[in-house]
């Protein structure tokens, strides 16, 4: 069964730190970007960061210069480091992944649990 399942999320004071990880696992043929998303209470889920295969980049313009999305694809994982994080970065955050399940399969979105990320005094 694939699934990806994220870590490292909790509680941090403003102008903390955290690292999110996620790692995919199963039987899996290939895995195209990956990425971040996160959704506040109320509100719809949003964009956080995206990385290709190659290593591109994005960022939503809220956590550029504080966020940073990395993979390391001998693991099938992908992280969030984020730092000088503020109350309205507190959100549920989700990984996401393109899965390519057989060489001659299309890709498909796979969707992490979600992990809590909590910013407060």
């Known amino acids: 069964q694939v699934q990806l399942v994220e870590s490292g999320g909790g509680l941090v004071q403003p102008g903390g730190s955290l690292r999110l990880s996620c790692a995919a696992s199963?039987?899996?043929?290939?895995?195209?970007?990956m990425g971040w998303y996160r959704q506040a209470p109320g509100k719809q889920r949003e964009l956080v960061a995206t990385?290709?295969?190659?290593?591109?980049?994005n960022y939503a313009d809220s956590v550029k210069g504080r966020f940073t999305i990395s993979r390391d694809n001998a693991k099938n994982t992908v992280y969030l480091q984020m730092k000088s994080l503020k109350p309205e970065d507190t959100a549920v955050y989700y990984c996401?992944?393109?899965?390519?399940?057989?060489?001659?399969?299309?890709?498909?979105?796979?969707w992490g649990q979600g992990t809590r990320v909590t910013v407060s005094s």
């Open positions: 990385i290709t295969s190659g290593g591109s980049t």
């Open positions: 996401n992944a393109r899965l390519q399940l057989g060489p001659f399969t299309p890709s498909y979105d796979y």
């Open positions: 199963g039987s899996i043929f290939s895995i195209g970007a």
